[in-house]
Protein backbone atom coordinates (compact mmCIF):
# COMPACT_ATOMS: atom_id res chain seq x y z
CA UNK A 1 0.00 0.00 0.00
CA UNK A 2 1.48 3.39 -1.05
CA UNK A 3 0.94 6.58 0.93
CA UNK A 4 0.52 10.35 0.46
CA UNK A 5 1.59 12.33 3.02
CA UNK A 6 1.75 16.16 3.62
CA UNK A 7 4.54 18.01 2.45
CA UNK A 8 4.11 20.37 4.99
CA UNK A 9 1.87 21.83 7.96
CA UNK A 10 -1.63 23.23 6.77
CA UNK A 11 -5.23 23.08 6.27
CA UNK A 12 -6.97 20.86 4.09
CA UNK A 13 -8.81 23.32 1.52
CA UNK A 14 -9.97 20.45 -0.73
CA UNK A 15 -10.27 17.03 -0.96
CA UNK A 16 -10.01 15.23 -4.51
CA UNK A 17 -10.72 12.02 -4.49
CA UNK A 18 -13.03 9.59 -3.36
CA UNK A 19 -12.46 5.91 -1.90
CA UNK A 20 -12.50 3.84 -5.07
CA UNK A 21 -11.50 6.39 -7.10
CA UNK A 22 -8.76 5.24 -9.61
CA UNK A 23 -5.59 7.70 -9.77
CA UNK A 24 -2.97 8.64 -12.32
CA UNK A 25 1.05 9.01 -11.16
CA UNK A 26 0.93 13.02 -10.35
CA UNK A 27 -2.53 13.35 -10.27
CA UNK A 28 -3.67 15.93 -7.52
CA UNK A 29 -5.75 14.05 -4.46
CA UNK A 30 -5.83 16.99 -1.80
CA UNK A 31 -4.81 20.39 -1.70
CA UNK A 32 -3.68 22.19 1.51
CA UNK A 33 -3.70 26.00 2.32
CA UNK A 34 -0.62 27.28 4.43
CA UNK A 35 0.26 30.73 4.28
CA UNK A 36 -2.46 32.01 2.24
CA UNK A 37 -1.23 30.03 -0.51
CA UNK A 38 -2.73 26.92 -2.24
CA UNK A 39 -0.51 23.51 -2.21
CA UNK A 40 -1.08 20.40 -3.81
CA UNK A 41 -0.16 16.83 -3.19
CA UNK A 42 0.40 14.71 -5.49
CA UNK A 43 -0.43 10.86 -6.26
CA UNK A 44 2.98 8.75 -6.57
CA UNK A 45 2.10 6.39 -8.34
CA UNK A 46 -1.20 4.97 -10.46
CA UNK A 47 -3.51 3.37 -8.24
CA UNK A 48 -6.91 2.63 -6.94
CA UNK A 49 -7.93 4.78 -3.72
CA UNK A 50 -7.69 2.86 -0.63
CA UNK A 51 -8.71 5.44 2.56
CA UNK A 52 -9.24 9.26 2.79
CA UNK A 53 -7.87 9.97 6.38
CA UNK A 54 -8.50 13.86 6.17
CA UNK A 55 -11.43 16.05 5.50
CA UNK A 56 -11.74 19.92 4.57
CA UNK A 57 -10.96 22.05 7.07
CA UNK A 58 -8.82 19.41 8.95
CA UNK A 59 -5.44 20.51 9.99
CA UNK A 60 -2.47 18.35 9.49
CA UNK A 61 1.36 18.41 9.83
CA UNK A 62 4.21 17.63 7.65
CA UNK A 63 4.54 14.01 7.09
CA UNK A 64 1.11 13.03 8.04
CA UNK A 65 -0.44 10.08 5.97
CA UNK A 66 -3.67 12.08 4.33
CA UNK A 67 -4.50 9.12 1.33
CA UNK A 68 -3.47 5.36 0.59
CA UNK A 69 -3.58 4.00 -2.58
CA UNK A 70 -3.78 0.08 -3.01
Known sequence: MKEVR???A???FRVLVQVGQE???GE???ILESMKMEIPL???QA???GEVRVAVGDF???GQ???TLQ
Request: charged residues 15%; without cysteine.
Open 6 to 8: SEM
Open 65 to 67: VVV
Open 10 to 12: GVV
Open 47 to 49: GKV
Open 28 to 30: DVV
Open 60 to 62: VQE
Open 42 to 44: SSP
Open 23 to 25: VAA
